[in-house]
Structure formats: C-alpha cells, structure tokens
C-alpha cells in the first residue's frame, strides 16, 4: 500500500469511526450491556460517554475531509483510545463493591479501542511523509 492509498484508506477509516462513535455508542450499551456499559442501574455515566464520543466522531468525521490537517486530533484519538483501553482492561478485572465483575469488557469496548488506535496509527502518516503527501494531495 503507497502513501495516497493510506491517506485514502485513513479517510474511509475516519467516516467508519466517525459514525460508530456518533451513532453506534449507545445501540451496543443497550444491546450487549456486559461488553460496553460498566454500570447497572440509573447511572449518569452512560449519557456523559455518549456525549463524549458523538462529539468526537462528528470532529473525525470533520478531520475526514483532510487527514493531514487534523494530525493532532488523530493522534489524540489514537492515544487516549489506548490509555483508556489499558485503564479499562484492569478495571475489569476488579469487583465492585456489589460483586460486579466487568470481564466482559475484554470482549467489549476495551479491545474495540485497541484495534481503531492501532488502525488509525498504521494509516496517519509521520515525519517526512506528511510534508511529502502535502505536496502531491489536493
């Protein structure tokens, strides 16, 4: 894969996570609640990560248009999707005062953030590249 079929590639990635993040959130804490909603119950947490994260699929969406322009961003989400992955990976297997146990979640979100960091990483261009692919994209 050259370097414009990875620019290319990165964009088509930004729309799908894009949407997932804007759209898809909470459908899957709904529908698979053991693999994507950490508590039971009323809580305010669920509405407080859907804000989050439609939030920033609308800004990858946005960053979709032009990659290279939105480098920071992309690295932010490349980043903090593996820090909050690693902080979820140990937190599942605590137990809540309750007896709830969360090892779902190693099924769930937490390797969902694992593979679009790792995706998103592969395709964002560094260095010497980005000025080259400045160049010769429109």
């Known amino acids: 894969m050259n370097d414009i079929q990875r620019l290319a590639a990165l964009r ?11 759209f898809a959130i909470w459908p899957l804490m709904m529908l698979w609640p053991s693999g ?4 039971s119950g009323h809580s305010d947490y669920p509405l407080m990560i859907v804000g989050i994260y ?13 990659p290279l322009k939105h480098l920071s961003l ?7 999707s593996i820090v909050h992955g690693v902080i979820m990976a140990v937190q599942s297997f ?6 709830t146990r969360h090892v779902g979640h190693l099924a769930g979100d937490v390797p969902a953030l694992f593979i679009i960091a ?3 990483a592969f395709l964002t261009p560094r260095g010497d590249k980005v000025r080259d692919l400045a160049r010769v994209t429109p």
């Open 12 to 22: 088509i990635v930004l729309i799908a996570v894009g949407l997932i993040t804007l």
């Open 36 to 39: 994507w909603t950490w508590h």
């Open 54 to 66: 439609a939030t920033l699929g609308v800004f990858l969406l946005m960053a979709s248009r032009d």
């Open 74 to 80: 992309i690295w932010f989400t490349v980043w903090s």
């Open 94 to 99: 605590g137990v809540e005062m309750d007896g």
């Open 118 to 120: 790792a995706v998103l």
